[in-house]
Each structure stands twice: as C-alpha cells, then as structure tokens.
C-alpha cells in the first residue's frame, strides 16, 4: 500500500509522477472535478480557467481514484487544497501534506515555478493573491507534514525524509520521520 501525499502547487508532483522509472502517480485532480473536452492536452494551461461543467460525482469520484492508485503505487500525489484535504480527514483517509516552510520567503520562487509550467495569468494571479494563506491552511491540518526547504522540490523532501529513495541507502522510515515530519 503506498503513501498519500496532498501537494502544494509547483512542488514538483507532476514532474516526479511522469517520470516512468519511479512507482508513483501524480493523481491530477481537474480531470476529476470537471467534465473536460477531451482534447486538453496540457491540464496547467487551463487551471482556474475552465468553463467546464462541475462534475456531478465530485469529489468521491476523486477519493475514489485515489484509494485505487494508493493499491497501486508507493507514492499518489493528490490535491493540496485545505477543504478537500479536511475532507480526507472526515473520511480517515490516512495521508501527509506537503508545502514550502513559511519560515522563508519562498512566494517568488513558487510563482515563477507557475510561469515556467504555463500556468494561466488567472492562476497565477489567485496563486499569488493567496500564497500565505494556503501555507497556513495547509498547516492546520491534523496531520504529518513534509515542509519544503528554500529551493526544495518534492522529490528532493521525499529522498531526504527517507519516505522514497531514488537509490541510495536511507535510514528506516521511523528513524526519519521522528527527526524530520511535524506530527499531528
């Protein structure tokens, strides 16, 4: 059974999910919460941009995809959003969350990650408009957290928290999450 992992935006979930040598899913959720024509290609392009219907079936269509993907993967990237991921909770969904330290001021880093993946100006715009609030959100949340040093992508926290390893040796996973997760 593998890990739930609920991701900030631009942490690198998508990047790490294509990446066909690793077990691991980016569980998209626009696909889910929207009924989209078929043809989209690129799901950044069209982020906080859809006129798509609503899907009538979210969002247990999605909780749904996501118990199925965790049989199947080690590591589901699924939705950082603070309502879904109450959600989550409400239905004991056991899962971590990860975003950037609000320690160090990470805004234009992660807006620039948006930029560079062709989010849509009205992402960005409600990106920017809600960065610090969403990191606070996030980290209300009643359960285990991975935050995100300065410069730091997913895969680089997952590695160093020993929760994946990319090859190299780690320490067990509970010597690592005793020195490393924020617990509930």
């Known amino acids: 059974m593998g890990k739930i992992i609920a991701g900030f935006p631009c942490i690198g979930k998508s990047t790490l999910g294509r990446r066909s040598d690793l077990n691991i899913i980016d569980l998209e959720s626009t696909k889910y919460k929207y009924i989209l024509d078929p043809n989209i ?6 982020k906080l941009n ?3 219907s609503r899907n009538p079936e979210w969002p247990q269509n999605y909780i ?4 199925e993907a965790k049989e199947k993967y080690d590591i589901v990237f699924v939705l950082g959003k603070y309502d879904f991921n109450m ?10 969350i990860a975003y950037p330290d609000p320690e ?7 807006l620039e990650r948006a930029r560079s993946r062709n989010n849509s100006q009205k992402f960005l715009d409600i990106f920017s408009k809600n960065f610090e609030k969403w990191q606070s959100l996030m980290a209300s949340l009643p359960v285990d957290k991975i ?6 992508y997913i895969g680089d926290a997952i590695e160093r928290l020993g ?14 999450k005793d020195k490393c997760f924020d617990e509930k």
């Open 41 to 46: 290609k690129n799901l950044e392009e069209v």
């Open 64 to 67: 749904k995809a996501i118990q």
């Open 163 to 176: 929760i994946y390893g990319f090859g190299n040796d780690k320490e067990s996973d509970e010597e690592s």
């Open 50 to 52: 859809l006129n798509c």
């Open 87 to 96: 959600k989550m909770v409400e239905e004991n969904i056991d899962f971590l």
């Open 104 to 110: 160090e001021s990470q805004k234009e880093d992660y």
């Open 147 to 152: 935050i995100l040093k300065k410069g730091e």
